[in-house]
């Protein structure tokens, strides 16, 4: 297939680079003080051509309602990122003051538990059992709870005196044989 021009094709001859200077073809300027600065139209011979005129734009009061809803929309969009980001900044103030409530009670924790283990400790339970009047016993009786029994026998801190343990269920437990006298 050849390159062809349009108006090759449909049998008219070829236009010019420069159609002004094509003989038969007038050469129309648009008039002096219109805007838009001249512009060049070609009246072709047995072609008619409509005579065009500036129209005003449509009317914008139809699109009020258009640009009201976008405006509202645009105001509501900015409300709640406003309303989103001031909740934002007081969750991180709580969140600051609980992080220093939390260290202070850790702190505190810390302070009683040391307090804690330095009153535990077997020298102040000595110390506060002789502040009391309370000695040392020289020889202890336990009670295994899961039958009953008794074993050692207690005596006092004098070591004069020996104290039984008397139980409902089994009787007097005085193994020595000797009754205690108070």
């Known amino acids: 297939m050849t390159q062809m021009t ?3 094709r449909l049998g008219r001859a070829a236009a010019p680079a420069f159609p002004g200077r094509l003989p038969g073809l007038d050469r129309v300027t ?3 003080g219109r805007s838009g600065g001249a512009t060049a139209a070609i009246a072709l011979p047995g072609v008619r051509t409509s005579r065009t005129r500036v129209v005003d734009a449509a009317p914008a009061s139809g699109h009020t309602a258009y640009r009201l809803l976008c405006l509202f929309v645009i105001m509501a969009a900015v409300s709640v990122v406003l309303v989103l980001n001031t909740h934002r900044a007081e969750g991180s103030y ?6 220093a409530e939390q260290t202070a009670l850790h702190d505190q924790k810390v302070t009683l538990q040391a307090e804690l283990d ?13 502040r009391l009047g309370m000695v040392p016993a020289p020889s202890t009786a336990t009670l295994r709870l899961s039958d009953g029994s008794i074993t050692g026998v207690a005596s006092m801190s004098d070591g004069g005196r020996t104290i039984t343990v008397d139980l409902p269920a089994t009787g007097v437990a005085d193994p020595a044989g000797t009754a205690a006298s108070d």
Request: charged share 30%.
């Open 6 to 8: 349009v108006g090759a």
């Open 30 to 32: 648009a008039p002096r």
């Open 94 to 99: 709580v969140l600051g003051r609980l992080a």
């Open 118 to 130: 330095r009153l535990e400790s077997p020298e102040t339970l000595a110390e506060s059992a002789r």
